[in-house]
């Protein structure tokens, strides 16, 4: 999608980090970082390991002291609980998945929903069982039974079962088979074709900026570049200095 | 020994062991939801215990009528014993473990010395109740009321858990104790769901209090040895599961009863300890334990 088409309405991006700090066990993982992510977007954070790319999104979902401001759609994060930011449309999908391994694929699924309230809260499972059919299949299965990629669908699909407006995805393509990478991140757009605005942090960097709209360069904590995702790909030094390609 | 008295025994030690099953379930409970283990269970039964005596002195309520209203007052103290206290140690990131333990082990010392403080340390008991002294006779087995009483309310507290895991908020339960820090990924409020673990651990103690005090002795130490019967019964049912709980509460009731029928009845308890011995020593996440 060209970048014109997905620009940041200039006024109010639905996401915005400004002087954004973090700090993981006593030390700073991230200093001050500003970034934007406008409604509809599919943003990519890049950058090597222990850049503070997981740490980004952790201290966005509460999940890590921070300090700085976080604005979702006018409303100020930083002092919320992770479990309130989840509740205003913020889901992570996180690391390591989190699943509840002894809970059934279902319950893990309808979880996702318990914290809404209607009698529509379910219906996002239609859209999880058209993306990940395969769940279907698994429904009565313990989450820990199922193969790498099958929880990796089942973490996205809980995700979406909270009805995000943000989706966040840390490395969703890690420790997955190519084919299964291709799947996740073809998954990824159509999530976003239904209204659903994604910050995705990666290492695989051709698949991320080949989805995303815009991207930044995270290196030590800090943003050292942005741009179309475009601009980003064919950026050779940044390839070569950032990204170790 | 005729068959009768075997089976009369064996039958009121069934009868006792739901009741014993009842105060680890609720133990068991708050230990599978979040690895506190709450030493001051004991004490808890020993205040649902005098809350009875005195609900009942004061307004003549029997027993059996107040389970609702002491069930709902143990509740209620469960959930703020997890608010002002336990909720404070989780934040505490050295030697975590250690202060939880003194914390529910000062809260067990504290409410004893309460209790003793106010109401003195003679046994008080309820005489007059509707089920008080009556029995129950099948042929040659003649059972005390209350305690078949006892049995029957205990079987519906285990299904009322039972079917409680299968709702919804079940679920949630047992998905914080899976991964409590992962609940907030689903919008779920960790301390509330561990305040409501809280309470329910409580209320299932204080429905046994107020079992127990129809036919059994107050004070102010009454809760001790229950407690320690129901850590035996924690870990011998597997730490977490509410369904080993009730199986292993029917082995130890059984256990004791028939040990009273070999030993002289004062070293009764020997037979549980022994069962204790041999999980630890076989089988250390007892028979349901997912540790």
Request: charged share 15%; glycine share 10%; aromatic share 8%.
């Amino acid at each position: 999608m060209p970048i014109s088409e997905t620009a940041i309405a200039a006024d109010r991006p639905l996401l915005s980090t400004r002087h954004l700090r973090a700090y993981y066990r006593g030390l700073v993982a991230l200093h001050g970082i500003d970034l934007d992510v406008g409604a509809g977007e599919i943003v990519a954070v890049v950058g090597a390991n222990g850049a503070g790319k997981s740490t980004l999104l952790r201290a966005i979902a509460g999940q890590v002291a921070r300090s700085g401001e976080i604005m979702f759609d006018g409303i100020a994060l930083a002092n919320l609980p992770a479990y309130r930011i989840c509740r205003l449309g913020i889901a992570l999908v996180p690391e390591g998945r989190r699943l509840f391994p002894r809970l059934s694929v279902e319950d893990n699924l309808r979880l996702g929903a318990y914290a809404r309230r209607g009698p529509e809260r379910f219906r996002p499972l239609e859209l999880v069982f058209e993306l990940f059919p395969r769940l279907q299949e698994r429904l009565t299965q313990r989450a820990e039974l199922l193969s790498g990629g099958e929880q990796q669908m089942l973490a996205i699909g809980r995700a979406l079962m909270t009805s995000p407006r943000l989706l966040m995805l840390d490395e969703p393509s890690q420790g997955l088979m190519p084919r299964l990478v291709d799947d996740i991140f073809a998954a990824i757009t159509q999530i976003r074709a239904r209204g659903v605005t994604v910050l995705i942090v990666e290492q695989r960097l051709a698949e991320a900026l080949a989805i995303a709209d815009r991207a930044y360069v995270v290196q030590t904590g800090r943003i050292v570049l942005q741009g179309s995702a475009r601009e980003i790909a064919e950026n050779a030094e940044v390839r070569r200095a950032y990204l170790g390609m | 020994m005729s068959p009768a008295l075997i089976l009369q025994v064996a039958i009121g030690g069934i009868l006792m062991g739901l009741l014993y099953a009842v105060v680890a379930a609720g133990l068991t409970l708050i230990f599978g939801l979040m690895n506190v283990v709450n030493f001051a269970h004991g004490a808890l039964l020993m205040a649902a215990m005098y809350a009875t005596w005195l609900i009942h002195r004061s307004t003549g309520l029997d027993p059996l009528l107040q389970l609702p209203l002491v069930a709902a007052l143990l509740f209620g103290t469960g959930v703020a014993i997890y608010r002002v206290l336990i909720a404070r140690t989780l934040q505490i990131r050295v030697n975590g473990a250690m202060v939880q333990i003194f914390t529910t082990f000062g809260l067990s010392i504290f409410l004893v010395g309460l209790a003793q403080l106010v109401f003195g340390s003679d046994f008080q008991s309820i005489n007059a109740s509707f089920l008080g002294g009556r029995t129950l006779a099948f042929g040659a087995v003649v059972l005390p009321l209350p305690l078949v009483a006892s049995g029957v309310v205990s079987l519906l507290v285990f299904l009322a858990l039972f079917r409680l895991s299968r709702t919804e908020f079940g679920r949630a339960l047992e998905a914080t104790r899976e991964d409590f820090e992962a609940v907030a990924l689903i919008g779920v409020d960790r301390d509330r769901i561990f305040g409501i673990g809280w309470g329910i651990g409580a209320a299932a103690v204080g429905i046994a209090g107020v079992l127990l005090a129809n036919f059994y002795y107050i004070s102010p130490d009454v809760g001790t040895n229950f407690a320690l019967i129901a850590y035996v019964a924690v870990a011998l049912g597997g730490f977490g599961s509410i369904l080993g709980a009730l199986i292993a509460g029917l082995v130890i009731g059984l256990t004791e009863a028939l040990t009273a029928l070999v030993v002289d009845p004062s070293l009764k308890q020997i037979g549980i300890f022994l069962i204790y011995l041999a999980v630890l020593m076989f089988r250390p996440r007892g028979l349901f334990g997912k540790l």
